[in-house]
Each structure stands twice: as C-alpha cells, then as structure tokens.
C-alpha cells in the first residue's frame, strides 16, 4: 500500500499542482514586431486523392521545414521573407510553389509520382514491395552518419569548454476565450499571454513557472570528467509550505534532460527513445532522402525519419548531415507520432542547431525542446514546457588547472541566487520576452491574493493530508479514521507545527483511540534543526526526540505511507496479528550536498503481544509454558547512505524519489545493549542494501534491488528479521505480496528484487493492443535466508515459542529453501491502473498461505 500510495503521488504530483493550484490564473501578453510568414494546408497523392504523411515543407533556400502529419497537413512559420516553398517526398516528384512574405495563407498541394525514382517490384498481382534497408541510399546514408559518430562527439576532444545558458519555462496552454473571460478571473488578467494560434500550445497561455541558469561547463577526456560550474540560478518560487521549489526545478529538469543525438538513447520524461542515428537505429526507424541543400556550405541532405512501429518510444522528423567528409549533423528537428505510447504528450518538437569549430567540427550551438502536455490529446487546457539550452564560447583542446576538474559534477557558486536583474541583462544571450521578463514578478503579486493562498491551501488539503493555520497544521485527514481485528473502529487526530512557528523548533504530536480494545494510543516529538532551515529541505541536519504508545504490525514495512493509513484498513487473509509498543528515539541526521549522509539513533523498545485477551493471535510464551509480558531491548545504531544524483520531491510526509540510472547505497548498523534501561538482549544487526534502475533503451527499464542482512547475538523471534509481506490488495513493490505478515524470521538473509517494465515494446506490435497503449510488466522476487541453532526456538527451549494459531503454526523459517514469487501484469490501464497476477512458487503447504491472486497499483506516470 505504501507504492500505491506513493505512486498515486509521485509523478502526478507537480502536475496535479499545477492543473489544480493555476486554474484561475492569468498572463500578460505579447504581439511580435515583425509580421510572419505562416503557411498552412493539406499535401495529397495526386491520383489516390490520399492525404500523405511524412512530406517535407521548406522554404526555399533555408532550414526552416517541417513535415507533414499523419492527415497530410502542416503548418508552416518564418519570421524572415521567403518567397517560395518546397514540397518534397521520396518516390514523388518535388513542387515548389510561390508565396507572399508576411501573410498567412492556405497553401494544398497534390504530389505525382515519380517514376524515375520510385523503384517498385511488382509481385503478383501487383502489390508493392515493403519498406526495406537493403539497396536504399537513405539508409547507406545513415550508417555513415553512425560510423562517423564517435569523431563528431564533443567527448572526441581531450578537453572542451563552453558557457551555457538555459532557460525553462511551463505555462498552462491552450486556454479557451471563454475560460479567460470567467468572472472569477476577472483580477488576475495581468497574467494572462497571447501567441500564435498555430504555435504549440495555441493561442492563450498563464505562464506559471521560469528558471533560469548560466553555467560554464568542462570536460576532460582521460581520465572522463565532465563538471558544471552554476554561475548564476534564477526561479519563480512559491511559498515553501504549499511547494518544495527544489524539487520542483529537479522534477522539471529530469522531464526535460539534455539531447544528444550522438547518444544511442536520449532520456526525457522519464523514459528513454531511441536516437534516429543510434547504432541501431536502422531496425527500428524508417529512412528518406526528401531533399538536397545545395546553395549552402557545405552541401547538406534532408534525412527524413520515421517510426516503423509508430506506438514505440521512437521520434520522427528529419536531420541534416553535412556532406564534407564528416557525416555531422547539423540541424536536427525531431517530434513524435501522434500514436506514440507516451501519456499526456500532445505535441513534442526538438530543434537542435550545431555550429562549426575551429577544427571543423561541429558541435551543439543550441537547442529547443517543447512538449504541451494534456488529459486530454486533441483539445481543452493543458500544460506547455520549453527548456531553451543555448553554448557560446566553445574552446578545444586547452587544457585548466588540475582543480578545475575535481570535486563534485556539479557545483553551484556561492553567490549564483543574488544576481540581480542588471547582471542577467548583460550575461543572457538573449533578451526575455516581455512575458517571461514580468513572470518573476507576477507570481509573487499573485501569491499575495488571498484567493489564490485559499486555492493553494486546497491543494495542499488533497494532496498531502493538512490543512494549516499558520503556526501549526492539522493532519493528515488520511489516518483519522481506520480500523483492524484488534482496535475496532480507531479515530486519530494530529497536527504539527510550521515554519511560520519556528525553522529551527518542530513538534508533532497525535492521539488515537481504538473502540474495540478500549486503549488510548499517542506520539509526541520535538526536533532542532541545526542548520536554521526546514527540517523538509535538503540537506537535512537536525535532531529529534519522540516517544510513541502505540500498535504495529510485524513485517509490515511502509516507506511512503502512515501505518494507520485509512486504505491499509482493507487486508486479505489473517490479520489479527498486532504488537502494542512502547519506543522512545533519539535520532541524530546528517545531510551533505553531495548526497551522502549519515544517522546516529538511540532506541529503547517495549513489545507486548496483542493476544487472545484482545482476540489477537499473537502470545509470547517460552518452550517451558510461561508467559512472557513483554520483549525489552535497548540499541544504538548507525546508518550511512550515498545516493549520487539523487532527484526527489519534498511532500508534507515524505520525500519522493525521481527515477534515474544512478545507484542508492545504504548500509545499517545495530548494537542491543542488555541491562541497558531494561533491556534484556545484547545482539549486532547488520543491513545493506543496493537499488538501481537499469535503462534498456527499446525494452524499457528494470528496477533492481539487493538486500541482505546478519543478525549476531541471541535473541526473540519479535527482534529477528521479520520479513516484509504484504497482505493488502495493492500491489507492493518492495514487499512480498503472497506472504502473510510474520510468516518468514531470519538471523541472515540475502534478497533480490527485479521489476521490468517493458513500456509496451510487445504490445505495441499487436493490431489489437497498440490502440490501448498498455504496457507490460513482469516482476520476480526470491528470498534466501534461515536461522541458526541459537536462534531457533525448536533447540531451546527458552527462547520464544513460535506463535500457533488454532494449534496451526504461522511462524516459519526459510531453512528449507528461498520463499519466492512473481508476477506478470499489465500497466498503464486508462494512463493510471497497473494490474498484476502474483504467483507464489515456494512454501506451498502453508496454512493459510495464497497461491495466487491479483494485485493493483496505481501510478501517474509518461
């Protein structure tokens, strides 16, 4: 339940903030000084009468084209005067037509065959040969392209160096007349912007976030090094107690990566599509030859491309290679099919441009990627986000001091948030439009309307559970009423205090109290942040003291969720195993930039088993027939963790990790002290784990992780490692969803946890299936582990009996064999519903142990 939850939140989360919180926002507008040149209209086969996809639409003598869409239409834009367009298609004769600079105009154009160059074989009855790479010039071309790769990388040099300036920018797009003009909005029209109805997003935009960046950036062949130095940061930022602004720049900066073509995969939102000149780009893409550029230099070729499948995660669109020897590219424009299986992306273009070095290379001058997001693919209000990325001063093969290279990848200045407005004026390569120019300071007038903090508060209400006021909020709304087989109907109520109290003072405290078993349950804390910031941002340094009375189940382990959440109310099977605890903490937590940390704890612990007096099925009785009142232990412990480049997003509750490709390493130390307050075990507990996701380019993404762990010492089976099992009906992908709750103890175990997802590569292929857009899913967990003679309660008699139910044991051990399970499943059910069949292969003969069943997770995701 904790990856439902989780899931629920995790990638719709800055969108839903956005569709929710801006939906009565306005933006100011702009009119262009200089009257373009926009054509539009329909490309048809000239005898069949059938639109045509695909054909290329210049004008004549520059690199501004475009292509057709799958209707046959397009939309043509310059803000120069050409005079004349090329329309042009392999296999059909090409047409240039006449136009008039700085007007709009319909322009539809009827393609005739070209019998000269289209090469059909007739077989049969007359059918013509499909697509094939054999014998096609467009296909010998991109293979020079590929095989000249290497030598056109900026990694080809020993050393480069550049500035770069990058400007993001989301608006909510395509806002209808009628939407502007609601009474409600009526004192927000200072916000509102207006552009060409035929540019992506349509006519009407609310810009409603901007970040700037200039940086200088390095590399170094031998040994690999390449290092940014953030010289200057500018963002639109929102109040910190309804957004976590930086992990909203680092959601938006994971959505919309740099693009490299010259890479085999170029990572965005999420997923990975494959390059038009990867190395096998040639399987998966389809090639043409739709034009020559001759009145240039050097002579370039229009290389068209498109999808074969055009469901997989694939671009179309057209490159331009050089023909000087060097097979470069020297403008890109790369979009997506219409079909593509993506979620939410109506419209997708990257233009990429590249400049000519002192060496006659050519290397990225800059680059353009927008994409307008929506629920709805073909019309109504959606989201707009362009990330400009502009290189100036390009420098080969000069080697920096020895420091300039060490330290961390990248490295923002001191200073790089207090540059003022006159500095950005001299430094940007650009000007800002008048609309992005006011945006900065429109947010903050609106974030001073009290409409809009209501708004906002509502936001925060639904999505992360509390509802402020001001020193101190109420929440979350989720855990307030739940109930189980031990406590009946259980209320809680909670709160905590804000940064409007104090930003180095936190208390949080709740109460609940369960109908059936009559017991009043409560957690009280208090923390000091050491840092003089939120204890919510990172880097993280504080420390806490809390105490908490209060029920848990064992084995159950929830991440990114409340244990009492309202939706952990529904289980499958037994569920009248329950433990009343008594835990008093002492955490110290220590965060650096480069995300490493480290946590000292302090623990007393006191567990009383929930038994039969309450109509629990868990006692603590020893071999000898005695009852035990109540495990004691007292332990100090010890975590480090290192997760490079970790992204994630700050919620009210928890952090929400980002996926990438880089690995988390966690390693945990615990030290039981008897005679210590109590206690009455001394033992050593020792846990590592390794989690990664693994990009497969085609065949989507693997996430794995590995576990293991090493209890020394004598102890209970309640301080063993209770093994992690799940007996909700939502899928749990870091538990095991066919184990029932303390089923599995271990002194030593090892783990490993596989979860494909294959993005629909299979489904895709199918007639049947590729409209659905499903993907597929397949997961496989096992779980190694046992417990020594000193361990376990059948050798000694002293030691805690293993629980029976009905005389029927549900306490087991894994020296028989690992506990394994797996599953297949199908994702992306109505763009949010992941639905698996799980497969229990192991410990069969288990009383009351599923063999199978169907489990769901929800997840918002691209």
Known sequence: MDKFLRGSLSYCQVILIHIIMFSGIVISSEVNAQTPTIIRGTVTDKKSKEPLPAVSVSFVGTTIGTSANSRGTYVLRSNGTPTSVKFSFIGYQSVVKTITPGTEQELNVALSEDNTLLKEVVINAGKKTRYRNKGNPAVELIRQVIAHKNQNRVENYNYAEYHQYEKMVFALSNLSDKFLDKRMFRNYQFLFQQQDSTEIGGKNLLPVYMEEKLSHN????????????????????????????????????????????????????GNQLLSPIADGAPTFYKFFITDTLKDVSPNLIELSFTPRTTTDLLFEGRIY??????????????????????????????????????????HLSQSDLKIEFGLNKKKGGGILGERVVMLSNFIINVPRPLQTYQGAAEITMPDATDKDEDYWSKNRPDSLKASEANIYKNIDSLQKIPSFRRTMDLVTLVLAGYKSYGPFEVGPVNTFYNFNPIEGFRLRLGGRTTTTLSKRYYSEVYGAYGFKDQKFKYFVSGTYSLNNKSIYSFPQSYVRLSFQHDTKIPGQELQFVQEDNFLLSFKRGKNDILTYNDVFRFDYVQEFLGHFSYKIGFKKWNQRAAGPDVGGAL????????????????????????APHEKFYQGKLYRTPIPDKYPIF???????????????????????????????????????????????????????????ANQSYALQLQSYNLMNFQEFVSDHYAALNIDQNFNGFFFNKIPLLQKLKWREVISYKVLWGGLRGVNDPAKDPRLLQFPERDGVPFTYTLNHGPYQEGSIGIANIFKVLRLDYVERFTYLNHPYAPKNGIRVFIILQF
Do not use: C, W
Request: aromatic share 16%; charged share 25%; proline share 2%.
């Open 218 to 269: 390095f590399f170094r062949k031998d040994p690999y090094v390449k290092k940014q130095f953030i010289e200057a940061n500018k963002q639109v930022k929102y109040d910190p107690n309804f957004v976590d602004n930086r992990g909203l720049s680092s959601y938006f900066n994971r959505m919309y990566q740099d693009i490299n073509i010259y890479d085999n995969n170029v990572s965005m939102l």
């Open 321 to 362: 290679v050089t023909m000087d020897g060097n097979y470069a590219v020297e403008k890109a424009v790369l979009g997506v099919n219409k079909n593509i299986n993506l979620n939410f992306v109506r419209q997708m273009q990257a233009t990429l441009a590249f400049e000519k070095a002192t060496d006659a290379k050519y």
């Open 619 to 642: 006692y603590f009785r020893d071999g000898f027939g005695n009852n035990v009142d109540r495990v004691q232990s007292m332990e100090v412990s010890g975590e480090v963790r290192y």
């Open 666 to 724: 966690t390693l945990r130390y615990q030290q039981g002290i008897k005679g210590a307050l109590g206690a009455d075990y001394r033992y050593e507990n020792f846990t590592a784990n390794i989690a990664k996701r693994f990009y497969l380019s085609q065949l989507g993404y693997a996430d794995v992780s590995t576990e293991g762990g090493f209890i020394g010492g004598k102890v209970p089976f309640p301080l063993l490692d209770i093994h992690h």
